[in-house]
């Protein structure tokens, strides 16, 4: 797979998470964000202000998780079967996009 597709899939998952987090904490009194750092974020920049950095923050973190296989590549002189670094990239951004997916639909089942 491409990298901006992987990317893609990686930023609809945490957009989803991102925005199910900002409506359920906006529409519900009895729920309340339960990691730090987006807590932080949320009350230096206002909810969607804290919620857009941190989207941009994992994008790049993982991001450089999943390029990680090209520089492990080098650094054992080439010997990764080919498949690895291409493998890692879409091992990570896929399985990062997907539970980051599933949170936010973990989120808006709050509302029900």
Do not use: Q
């Not at 987006?38 to 923050?57: D, H, K, Q, Y």
């Amino acid at each position: 797979m491409r990298r901006a597709t992987l990317a893609g899939a990686l930023l609809a998952g945490k957009g989803l998470d991102a925005v199910s987090t900002v409506v359920v904490l906006r529409l519900s009194d009895s729920v309340r964000e339960s990691v730090p750092l987006s807590r932080a974020l949320m009350a230096w920049l206002g909810p969607v202000g804290g919620m857009a950095l941190l989207t941009a923050i994992t994008v790049v973190v993982v991001g450089l998780l999943a390029e990680s296989g090209v520089l492990i590549d080098r650094l054992v002189g080439g010997e990764t079967p080919e498949w690895y670094a291409p493998g890692l990239r879409a091992t990570v951004y896929l399985g990062c996009a997907a539970w980051f997916g599933l949170i936010g639909l973990w989120n808006f089942s709050h509302l029900l």
